[in-house]
């Protein structure tokens, strides 16, 4: 065969080089599925969803004269409006409680003048639920002080006692099975809490790694044939 008629893919036909394009093939094949584990689990969650979800239970008591209404709140997607309340547990920590909520406005104010105006025993008792965190907040709405736009701990602890500092917790308390224990039947809040992803940054390094390695293996197999093809030229 003539310089001439040598080329790159002349060369890269012969039985050798074939048999080493395929080989460099299922090298960058194990190479790209080592970093796709890899990848898989450079992305994790600290916890799960039910872990942060969790059903617990609080020791508290309704603070009747702190009952507000959170507008905005999504339920399945559909506007909705949340019942919320103080409480205090047994060292006088103050808790916020939602209690339940419906997409009808006029419901749940109906529920809030309900309880407002209850008589309660002033005594402790166990509510089940689970814990999301505090929001930004955002200005109540001017002529209904009492309907509120965000659920906030800093702002709500201003309005259950503006003239006396308190202790809250940082959370709120969504509550199970008092949505429907009053009057004015609420339903149960539907929230869930994602767990937020965290990055192994080695793990990904490794990763990028592989797929270098990848890539590398069918450039080994070309610098070969180039390789070849220029030697063959000289001589």
Known sequence: ????????????????????????????VV??????????????????????????????????SNVYIVQGRLQNGSPSYWLISNAFDADGKSVTVAIG?????????????????????????????FWLPTEAPVAADREKPYLLNSLSIAQLI??????????SYKDFFVARGLADSLGAKLNEIDAVLEPAASINWLTLFYAAEW?????????????????????????
């Open 101 to 129: 909520q419906s997409d009808s406005l006029l419901k749940v104010e109906a529920a809030r003048f309900e309880l407002k105006n209850a008589v309660l025993a002033q005594a402790f008792m166990p509510i089940k639920g």
């Open 31 to 64: 190479f790209s599925l080592l970093g796709q584990w890899q990848l898989e689990r450079s992305f994790t969650q600290e916890q799960s969803v039910a872990e942060l979800n969790k059903v617990v239970s609080v020791e508290a008591m309704l603070d009747t």
């Open 211 to 235: 797929v270098l390695f990848a890539g590398f293996a069918i450039f080994l197999w070309g610098r070969t044939v180039k390789d070849t093809l220029d030697r063959e030229r000289l001589n």
């Open 1 to 28: 065969m003539t310089k001439t008629e040598l080329s790159f893919w002349s060369v890269a036909r012969r039985p050798k080089y074939i048999g080493g394009f395929f080989i460099a093939v299922i090298a960058a």
């Open 158 to 167: 201003n309005l259950y006692s503006p003239d006396k500092a308190i202790t």
